[in-house]
């Protein structure tokens, strides 16, 4: 692919990004300033939360992909894998560590400011997949709510500004479980049931 065809294909992503940005906006209106009135709740009545695990170079057992910063970009989920980092562990991990489908990770610490608490969905199928220190996994219960609809408000607008509000640190910034488990999200009566998939175009 060319340097031309690149610049193309990030000008339409940022395209559809916007255009799906619009679209939430008009379904639900501002998530943090709720004009529609829906029903207020904390994050951490819907799931819980882990973090994730610190690497060291000179590692040696069982090599194993895991998600770190730099995966998150601006995408919205992931699903392929093959490009991830790998890791060596010596020891085994227990199974909370390994990532499943749905799970949301966010970006717990890192030097830029704008990254800390952008937030992406994990789509790993029969992957093993872990995630580095720098991340903190949400894993919502059971079918309690729509990740999708959930991660949008992560996503687009001044929710986001929220967070990066939120974070705590000087020159690395850092955000932390009891900041998450704390956000208020909007919930739309309907949010339980409604296929988001469709509308949003994911």
């Known amino acids: 692919m060319t340097s031309l065809q690149i610049d193309k294909r990030k000008e339409e992503l940022e395209n559809l990004d916007e255009l799906i940005e619009s679209i939430f906006y008009d379904t639900f209106g501002d998530p943090v300033k709720n004009d529609k009135g829906w029903e207020v709740k904390k994050l951490g009545e819907f799931g819980?939360?882990?973090?994730?695990?610190?690497?060291f170079k000179n590692s040696?057992?069982?090599?194993i992909r895991y998600i770190g910063v730099g995966d998150f970009q601006t995408l919205f989920k992931i699903s392929d894998f093959k490009f991830l980092n790998e890791a060596a562990l010596e020891e085994p991990l227990d199974d909370v560590y390994f990532l499943q489908k749905e799970d949301i990770l966010f970006v717990r610490s890192n030097g830029n400011k704008n990254l800390v608490g952008r937030s992406i969905i994990v789509y790993p199928g029969e992957n093993k997949i872990i995630f580095s220190g720098?991340?903190?996994r949400f894993r919502k219960y059971e079918n309690n709510i729509n990740i999708i609809f959930l991660n949008s408000q992560f996503k687009y607008g001044v929710m986001k500004n929220r967070l990066s509000k939120s974070v705590r640190g000087a020159n690395i910034q850092n955000l932390n479980q009891k900041i998450l488990s704390n956000l208020e999200i909007i919930l739309p009566p309907y949010i339980y049931k409604m296929n988001l998939q469709k509308k949003l175009k994911q």
Request: aromatic share 20%; proline share 0%.
């Open 60 to 63: 040696k057992g069982n090599v």
């Open 48 to 55: 819980e939360f882990k973090n994730g695990i610190n690497f």
């Open 134 to 136: 720098f991340c903190i």
